[in-house]
């Protein structure tokens, strides 16, 4: 079992940027993956990023690309997800999630273990 719990979330204004934390306890592995989704209040939940743990290969939204970046702490078993020039489109609440298998994929069935989530406001 593992548990990840999301820290980092807010109020921020368009164009700022946020930095939010995803921390791993419990037993975890060095083939796993960790992903960021995000959802908003009356849509499906949306890939944002993922990470393969043991070399650190990324998978990005296309829409995101360039804008967030996925990154992670081996020794902190944290991964990050750097958010700059936030938009209004970008409010919601974002998850991480933990794919045992390591796929970095971009679907929720992909992924066995999820976070709490983190709100993150973005405010014109």
């Known amino acids: 079992q593992v548990q990840l719990v999301e820290s980092g979330g807010g109020l921020v204004q368009a164009g700022d940027s946020l930095r939010l934390s995803c921390t791993a306890s419990g037993r975890t592995f060095s083939n796993y993956a960790m992903g960021w989704f995000r959802q908003a209040p009356g849509k499906e939940r949306e890939f944002v990023a993922a990470?393969?743990?043991?070399?650190?290969?990324?998978n990005y939204a296309d829409s995101l690309k360039g804008r967030f970046t996925i990154s992670r702490d081996l020794a902190k078993n944290t991964v990050y997800l750097q958010m700059n020039s936030l938009k209004l489109e970008d409010t919601a609440v974002y998850y991480c999630?933990?794919?045992?298998?390591?796929?970095?994929?971009?679907?929720?069935?992909?992924?066995?273990?999820w976070g709490q989530g983190t709100q993150v406001t973005v405010s014109s």
């Open positions: 999630a933990a794919d045992k298998l390591g796929r970095y994929g971009s679907r929720t069935y992909q992924y066995d273990y």
């Open positions: 990470i393969r743990w043991s070399d650190g290969s990324t």
